[in-house]
């Protein structure tokens, strides 16, 4: 009998009679992962699948797709990971570009006409001063917020709040006056003009635009000190709109200071100096939600002072007992001198004034 494993018509002729016939159509193991379909597993096909097979995905496929492709497919994944990272980190993003106009800045001395006269009382210093003079934040005359046609009570009130932190910050901190701090002003500056600020503060100039005391008050600690820390004050604030998307606050007020030689003792002469500093400040909306100023325009008048001294840096004040002399010359000539270096005559505080 034949092998019952062989059709009974025989083998074919060329075939090999087993599995040798198939060998050519067998797949391995590498061309059935590759494969985009897979049929479903028993658990699967019981399941309820409407279909007998799945399309398979994954990372494996990738190596089927052309190496053109495949390059393309990086080198757009590349270029937009590099517009984000630069998009980002760009250099233009980190400096802040100066916004709306430049402080300009005029300093007037005021020259008494006889020797500087000590208090009376050092220990009451601001005893002879006439009625309206408040102390520190107290005589600012800071008025209560009211809405504009643009802006909202709001932010009138905390642009006014604003302007008071700075007044206080440059015009009466101690810190400020009399101990070379002027990070405090700084902060409360918009980062538009703080690169103006730092200019001024470290090379004063007599330039209208560079002047240290247009943006705060400031002695020279190696020859005045005050007497008492407190500050006298007197003046007013007013708000207007420039434009509709700029809020603008003007101040005008006088700072009374008790001033001594620096060094001495408690007992040595008090003399009073007087600041009146007019002050225009701008906001737009981001810097009143900032809470900083942009202070556009300065001017200071302070004495008794002498004619002709450079006030630029420090105010340098005449103590008790000190005199003015006679003011300089003056020659139209002389190009070397800025044209708008101006000189007054120091009358006293009365009630009237």
């Not at 399309?55 to 080198?75: H, T, W």
Request: with cysteine; aromatic share 6%.
């Amino acid at each position: 009998m034949g092998d019952p494993r062989e059709p009974p018509e025989g083998t074919p002729d060329g075939g090999s009679g087993n599995e040798d016939e198939y060998r050519s159509v067998v797949f391995d193991e590498s061309f059935v992962r590759a494969a985009r379909i897979q049929e479903l597993s028993a658990s699967e096909r019981l399941g309820g699948y409407s279909r007998g097979v799945r399309p398979r995905f994954g990372f494996g496929q990738i190596g089927s797709l052309p190496r053109q492709a495949v390059a393309l497919l990086l080198l757009v994944v590349m270029a937009f990971a590099a517009a984000v990272y630069f998009g980002v980190s760009s250099p233009r993003r980190l400096g802040v570009q100066p916004t709306g106009n430049q402080l300009t800045v005029s300093a007037i001395a005021l020259s008494p006409s006889s020797p500087v006269a000590a208090v009376a009382d050092p220990k009451n210093p601001f005893a002879g001063l006439p009625s309206g003079y408040g102390d520190g934040a107290a005589g600012l005359g800071t008025p209560a917020g009211a809405a504009t046609a643009h802006f909202t009570r709001v932010e009138v009130t905390r642009a006014l709040d604003t302007v008071q932190h700075f007044l206080v910050a440059s015009s009466m901190d101690p810190a400020t006056l009399v101990q070379a701090e002027t990070g405090a002003v700084r902060a409360l500056v918009t980062p538009g003009e703080q690169a103006q600020y730092d200019q001024s503060l470290s090379s004063p100039g007599d330039d209208q635009h560079h002047a240290a005391t247009g943006w705060l008050v400031r002695f020279d600690p190696a020859g005045v000190a005050l007497a008492v820390d407190s500050v006298k004050v007197a003046g007013s604030m007013k708000v207007t709109e420039a434009d509709s998307g700029t809020l603008e606050i003007d101040t005008d007020h006088t700072f009374v200071y008790a001033l001594r030689t620096a060094g001495t003792d408690t007992s040595a002469p008090v003399s009073l100096f007087s600041v009146r500093r007019e002050l225009r400040f701008e906001f737009d909306h981001t810097d009143i939600g900032a809470a900083r100023v942009r202070l556009v325009d300065s001017v200071l008048q302070a004495g008794p002072t002498a004619c002709g001294v450079q006030l630029a840096d420090h105010l340098q004040p005449l103590l008790a007992g000190q005199s003015a002399g006679a003011p300089p010359a003056v020659n139209p000539a002389d190009h070397s001198v800025p044209a708008w270096q101006l000189c007054g005559a120091l009358a006293p505080i009365t009630a009237e004034h």
